[in-house]
Every structure is written in structure tokens, then in C-alpha cells.
């Protein structure tokens, strides 16, 4: 077994545990606030924490859902979506992306990434474009926006409608505007492992336009106003007051939390900079045109060598994922839409080479310091065994 230096420290990939210690007073008496009142549903917490993130995203709605996978699934739902229509959306991304448009009927699309930001190309969305196209879902991957500015124009001309995914992006920006407010609906989620991570699940929409905010609302309450009366077949998805308590007072925290990130980011790619050959890690980009999050700080590894690098690090008990290591458009519950393996050659790349790093907000730098440190000595050690 390879150990790391006496007094290198073992390295979570995550540790919630860390941040919710934080707040952990605060939370406790939001919730006491909440059992008091008795007003588990649509309670004055799930407002507040509505328009906060409206403000936050500088769009005039918000509206919440149980989950991120509800938000994408009630966007499309707004906009009827479904059998004989076509989505395009990436192919490297959360399965839950391609599973809203699957559920309803519809057939996805996949298309291929760029391979530096991971996000959808406007060129290559182009490029998928066919009769029956009528909505594109750019992914913001691990924080960074993708470059809504040109898909937005391309979808405008072609007359589509835009869905941003927002799971991994709360507070970036992208030009002169938020994540959520560059598409017809923006969806968020609230899982724990987010940048904004509530107690369980938790989902948001946002949107500039009353109308699609109305039906939103209408369809995440089985399509029922007023009561028992239904226009439309919803679902049940609704924010517990309890999980809207517990992310109004991380929402007040988010800014921090954001900056330690980008910090941490910073260090690393300095660190990396100075301690390995380009070629070997290939670090990730920040975004110059934007305000990236990073959700993860994602690297590549070439030449075959990122599972010998996360075994070695494992081995040290510093903590990695790969996210995502199958493509969706290789997943089995798609295989009948006829993807081969070299139609998406960016994603397959991708999915061969990424590694995420720790990079929480509450991440020390001592730890990040044995992060640097283990990689530096994978390579140190596989460059004599080449020698």
C-alpha cells in the first residue's frame, strides 16, 4: 500500500458536516420557528426563499419544486413538451437531465461538448437542429455557464425554447446575467452535495415571465386552482417550509462560500501550475467571460492514467470522483436511440479522463496542500519507473 507523508492529512472529497456546523444554531432555531407554526407547505419560509433567489438570479420569478429532476421535468411540462418532439441537450452531464425529457415522450438529442468547458457548443446545437426540435437544455457543468449569450440568439432565431440547466451553478454568471436568467426557465436543485444545499431534496424555477411562472405553480400542485379543481394534470412537487428554512439561512452564507471556492480553485491551479507537466494534468479553465462557481474542480487526465491516479490518491485517503463515467447517450435505458461509441468523440474523451478534487469552501489549505502533493508524487513516481 502507498501511504502519504506522516503528517499529510486525509482528504474528504466532501464534508457537509463542516458547513452545516456553521449554521447549525441558526438552523435549529429556523426550525423550531417552522414546527411552532405548524405550516409545513407553502409556508412564509418557501416564499422568502423564493424571492431571494429571484433576486439573487435578477429574474421577477422563482418559483420552488421538490427537486432538481422536478424542476427540469415541470419546465418541460410548462411548455408541453413531449410525444413525436425533440430535445437537445448534452450527453455528459446528470441523468436526470435527459431522464424529464425521456418521461414525457420526447426523444433527446445528444450532442456533443467542447472539450474545455464541458458545455454545449452553439455550433454543434446548430448542427442538431431538425423539424421536430423544440426545446435545447444547456448544462452548466461544475459551476461554469455555458455560452448562453450565442445559444440564446440561435435559439431565437429557430424559434426554441430555452431550459437551463442550473443544478450546479447558483450565482454564476454568464456575461451580464445570471445562471437561470439567460433561458425561458431556469432550473436549480438543492441537493445536499450543491453549492446551496438544503437538508434533502429541493428544487427552484426561475423565469421572467408571468405567465410561465402561473403554470409552473399550477403544474407543481397536480395542475389544481382552486382546490380540487384541475385545468391540467400536474405532479405533486412542492418545497417542504422546513428545507425553504434550512437554505434561507445558507442562502445568506452563499456569497462566502462562493469566494472560498474560488480560492480554492485559484490555489489549486497555481499549485498544479507550478508542480506538474501540462500534459500530464490538464487543469480546467475558469471562465473570462463569467463568474464561475465551480461546483467541482474537474481535471484531466491523458494517456490512460486517471484510475492509476485515483487508486494512488485513494491510497492516501484523499477523495476524487468521476463525474460522469458513462455518457448518457451510452447508458442502457437509451440504447435504442442508436448511439454509437464514437458518435459524441468529446464526451467519450471526457468520460476517460476527468477527475474531480475536493474543493468545498471549508477545505484547509493544508489539505489542499496533500491534494497537490499526491498528484505531484503520482507523477514523480511514474516518471522513474518510465526512466
Known amino acids: 500500500m502507498r501511504t502519504a507523508p506522516e503528517d499529510s492529512p486525509a482528504v474528504p472529497l466532501l464534508d457537509i458536516n463542516r458547513e452545516n ?16 407554526a405548524g405550516c409545513f407547505l407553502y409556508g412564509d419560509e418557501v416564499r422568502r426563499l423564493e424571492a431571494r433567489i429571484a433576486e439573487r438570479c435578477q429574474v421577477a420569478h422563482a418559483v420552488s419544486c421538490a427537486s432538481g429532476s422536478d424542476a427540469l421535468l415541470l419546465a418541460l411540462m410548462a411548455h408541453r413538451i413531449g410525444a413525436g418532439d425533440e430535445v437537445i441537450l ?7 437531465t435527459a431522464g424529464a425529457v425521456w418521461r414525457l415522450g420526447a426523444r433527446p438529442v445528444f450532442v456533443d461538448i467542447d472539450p474545455v468547458t464541458y458545455n454545449l457548443s452553439p455550433e454543434r446545437v446548430e448542427a442538431a437542429i431538425t423539424p421536430r426540435t423544440r426545446a435545447v437544455i444547456p448544462v452548466h457543468l461544475f459551476g461554469r455557464c455555458a455560452e448562453m449569450a450565442a445559444i440564446g440568439e440561435l435559439a431565437g432565431r429557430r424559434d426554441l425554447m430555452v431550459i437551463e440547466d442550473a443544478a450546479q451553478a447558483i450565482a454564476a454568471v454568464h456575461g451580464d446575467r445570471a445562471a437561470g436568467a439567460w433561458g425561458d426557465i431556469g432550473c436549480f436543485s438543492f441537493y445536499p452535495t450543491k453549492n446551496l444545499g438544503g437538508f434533502g431534496d429541493g428544487g427552484m424555477l426561475t423565469t421572467s415571465d408571468q405567465a410561465t411562472a402561473e403554470r409552473l405553480r399550477l403544474l407543481a400542485a397536480h395542475g389544481m386552482h382552486p382546490r380540487y379543481y384541475h385545468s391540467r394534470v400536474g405532479i405533486n412537487s412542492r418545497l417542504d417550509t422546513l428545507q425553504a428554512a434550512v437554505l434561507n439561512i445558507k442562502e445568506g452564507q452563499l456569497d462566502r462560500m462562493t469566494a472560498r471556492r474560488r480560492a480554492n480553485a485559484d490555489r489549486y491551479r497555481e499549485w498544479f501550475s507550478a508542480t506538474v507537466d501540462e500534459a500530464q494534468v490538464i487543469l480546467p479553465a475558469d471562465d473570462p467571460h463569467g463568474f464561475h462557481v465551480w461546483n467541482q474542480f474537474t ?6 492514467r486517471r484510475d492509476a491516479l485515483r487508486s494512488f490518491l485513494q491510497d492516501r485517503q484523499i477523495g476524487t470522483e468521476v463525474y460522469y463515467p458513462v455518457p448518457l447517450h451510452r447508458q442502457d435505458c437509451f440504447a435504442e436511440l442508436g448511439y454509437g461509441s464514437e458518435s459524441l468523440p468529446h464526451t467519450e474523451c471526457a468520460a476517460a479522463e476527468v477527475l474531480s478534487l475536493p474543493i468545498f469552501p471549508e477545505l484547509t489549505v493544508a489539505e489542499q496542500r496533500a491534494v497537490v502533493g499526491g498528484v505531484a508524487d ?6 522513474r519507473a518510465v526512466a
Request: hydrophobic fraction near 50%; proline fraction near 6%.
Open 21 to 36: 456546523r456553521l449554521v447549525r444554531d441558526e438552523v435549529q432555531q429556523a426550525l423550531a420557528r417552522v414546527c411552532d
Open 90 to 96: 448534452p450527453s455528459f452531464t446528470f441523468f436526470a
Open 299 to 304: 481535471m484531466r487526465i491523458p494517456d490512460g
Open 378 to 383: 503520482f507523477f514523480s513516481a511514474a516518471n
